[in-house]
């Protein structure tokens, strides 16, 4: 069935780095990229998210790239901060379905 | 505008009781999900609902059923709770397809 790979499970950076996450999918027909950031003790939030018809986005600091051929999507952090320490989960689907197929996430620690 | 709201928060439950879990969402949404997040494993989809009346498998239904008797409200079931139901069950709602995903707060289960 479809599956969505994420890595690394654990990243630390250092205060002020850049910090990058990756996913791979395997349902060529995904077209909807979204990520979710979960504080500790939180619900997850939507964060950023991309549609295959862009192969970038940009908000603030934060980022997410698209290679479809390639069939992977990445999150770029920069100028990581204390608040930026959470868990961040990746996700794909196909805009007309009802389902996301989930990342199994990446706990990202800052290091002051 | 309350948003995404689960009840309860936290319950302890012994072997082979039962229990229903409410979740409710006021932004009028069509579609509804229940997944449990347990440690290192993300997000897995137990059921989901695409409109009032309406009720679909997920990932991993089993122990649990559902239902949707009104658009804004979804049930979740636990007919004979079971030690590997302990988890953190999380309510999420959905306008459209292809759309950003609403999260309730959560609710902590264990089962003894």
């Known amino acids: 069935g479809e599956n969505v790979e994420q890595h690394p499970s654990t990243l630390s950076v250092q205060e002020g780095d850049s910090a990058v996450i990756k996913c791979t999918y395997s349902?060529?027909?995904?077209?909807?990229f979204p990520w979710y950031k979960q504080e500790l003790g939180k619900r997850p939030q939507l964060i950023i998210d991309i549609r295959s018809n862009v192969g970038e986005k940009k908000d603030q600091r934060i980022a997410v790239t698209l290679n479809k051929t390639a069939k992977h999507f990445s999150l770029h952090i920069t100028e990581t901060q204390p608040e930026d320490s959470a868990v961040y989960f990746c996700a794909a689907g196909e805009g007309s379905n009802y389902q996301l197929i989930w990342g199994a996430g990446t706990k990202l620690i800052i290091k002051p | 505008n309350a948003g995404v709201t689960q009840t309860p928060k936290f319950r302890v439950l012994k072997t082979g009781q039962s229990m229903t879990l409410l979740c409710a969402q006021d932004m009028n949404h069509e579609y509804m999900y229940w997944y449990r997040q347990d440690p290192g494993m993300g997000l897995r989809l137990i059921h989901y609902?695409?409109?009032?009346?309406?009720?679909a498998k997920g990932e991993v239904p089993d122990g649990y059923n559902v239902s949707r008797l009104k658009k804004q409200n979804f049930l979740l079931g636990l007919e004979s709770a079971a030690p590997s139901q302990t988890s953190v069950y999380f309510c999420?709602?959905?306008?459209?397809?292809?759309?950003?995903?609403?999260f309730g707060p959560g609710t902590r289960l264990t089962v003894l």
């Open positions: 999420a709602s959905q306008m459209g397809g292809g759309l950003e995903q609403f």
């Open positions: 349902d060529s027909a995904s077209n909807y």
């Open positions: 609902s695409v409109g009032e009346g309406t009720t």
